[in-house]
């Protein structure tokens, strides 16, 4: 395969993640704005086709590992069809979906067979109450039943993605490291970022969650935990657990320097950093019917134009230069 896909910073990219929606069944609080925003109509998303194109020759320039996020994906019909199709490109080695799990109990079979087999789910507090304050109305219930399904299904690894949140979660994480001790799961947590402002203030370090963890329970780093490949997270055994737990530290602990993404928009535009306003719109060459070689040279493009670093510990870096939101962009 050949590699063209390294940027000035000779960081080699190979990694898509691909917003199929903008639309979600949930209104998290740090991800949608309070005021609601205007949906995009049909024809302003990529078509599955248009997607599929664009993956073809992303992976022919050296991605490997592609990501399915939104939005919510399970909310767009025709997902598993796209799956299966997407893991028939030679050349992806790996295929992960970031979801709510409100929808998994209905789809999660009909997505494993297409050739999903990693989930990520997002789930930030064990608490009916809490998590229907925080999601906007979503039902607790049926996020558990869609990771039980997950587990049943086989779906491996199931990574459950955890944003804490100060006086919101923070008296929930040995609950949520008890869940990954009890079941294989990998509960990751993430440190909030500042999309929204009503949430300022509200952020949790991932030293401050570890420190809390470490005075109940014994973890021990993996060994690839440096590897680059593996992410931003840092992982950890449980001792005498089943699962592991991670640290994701957006806020605390910059990972540009290992970055290798690549983000597709539910509205057909290619940006290279998640919190850079740099963007190319590519659904405007697709529908001018442009050749595989502009596709080509406009992701290089993308690619060479991704920043070096991003600086996001302060507010003012979002409201100056990233004005969409997280579920139009993709998380
Ligand atoms: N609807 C899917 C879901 O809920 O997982 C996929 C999209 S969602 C935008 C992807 C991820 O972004 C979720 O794990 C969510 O928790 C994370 N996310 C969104 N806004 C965030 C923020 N302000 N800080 C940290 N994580 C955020």
Partial sequence: MSNNLKDPYERRINYLRISITDRCNLRCRYCSPKEGKARLGHNDILRYEEILRVVRI???????????????????????NFISILSQINGIRDIGLTTNGILLSQYGRELYDSGLKRINIS?????????????GGGELKNVLIGLKTAREIGFSPIKINV?????????EILDFVTLAASFPYEVRFIELMPFHLDLNGRHLTCEEIKNKIEASFTLRPLDNNENPLNGPAKIYQIENGIG????????????????????ITADGHLRACLFSHEEINIKKELREGCSDETLRSLLMEAVDKKPRERNLTTFAYRQKSCQRDMNSIGG
């Fill in 58 to 80: 992303a992976v022919s320039l050296g991605i490997e590992k592609v990501r399915i996020t939104g939005g919510e994906p399970l909310v767009r019909k025709g997902l598993p």
């Fill in 244 to 263: 592991h737990v991670g640290f994701i530290s957006p806020m605390t602990k910059h990972f540009c320097h290992n970055c290798n993404r690549l983000r």
């Fill in 123 to 135: 789930l930030d507090s064990l608490k009916e109450d809490k998590y229907r304050f925080i999601t």
């Fill in 163 to 171: 944003v804490a949140i100060a006086g919101f979660n923070e008296d």
